[in-house]
């Protein structure tokens, strides 16, 4: 069993190299070795923070585009309404506009109407007077062809304008 334990010398000599070891590690290693892992953790806190601020901007960002898609939406719909409302006006301004020329079209087709109308009266009426004076002068010739008839007429004609 001697050979599973080191001997009193060799523990020795382990242990002074040990201590050697660690001296010398702890004058010219230890210190640039923790000053890397302490610039190693600076700089993972940096990114960490630096993720951070990101992370928030990009929330503020998210933020700002549902804000601002909201007002375009917002916009959007105005604008909407607002054509909408123009479309509708100008409809209404043209269905009165039409209405308006039709009623005038109207009101002067009337007044045409009742011009020729009241011209073709003039003409019935000065053909039926040219009619009954042709009558009339027919049946005069026709009646007033003997002498008789001429005295009789006369005569009447006289009692009549004695009586007005």
Do not use: C, Y
């Amino acid at each position: 069993m001697d050979f599973l334990l080191p001997a009193n010398g060799l523990l020795f000599w382990q242990v002074v190299i040990f201590l050697s070891l660690v001296f010398v590690l702890g004058k010219f290693a230890w210190k640039p070795i923790l000053s890397s892992l302490k610039e190693r953790e600076e700089s993972i806190q940096q990114a960490l923070d630096q993720a951070e601020k990101a992370k928030q901007e990009m929330a503020s960002l998210k933020s700002d585009n549902e804000k601002l898609l909201k007002e375009a939406r917002e916009e959007r719909d105005k604008i909407l309404r607002d054509a909408r409302s123009a479309a509708n006006q100008i409809h209404d301004e043209a269905q009165n506009s039409a209405k308006k020329t039709a009623d005038k079209i109207i009101a002067d087709a009337k007044a045409v109407i009742n011009t020729e109308k009241a011209a073709a009266l003039r003409d019935v009426k000065a053909q039926v007077a040219q009619f009954s004076l042709e009558i009339a002068e027919k049946l005069i010739k026709k009646n007033l062809a003997d002498d008789k008839a001429q005295k009789e007429l006369t005569e009447s004609l006289i009692k009549d304008f004695k009586l007005n």
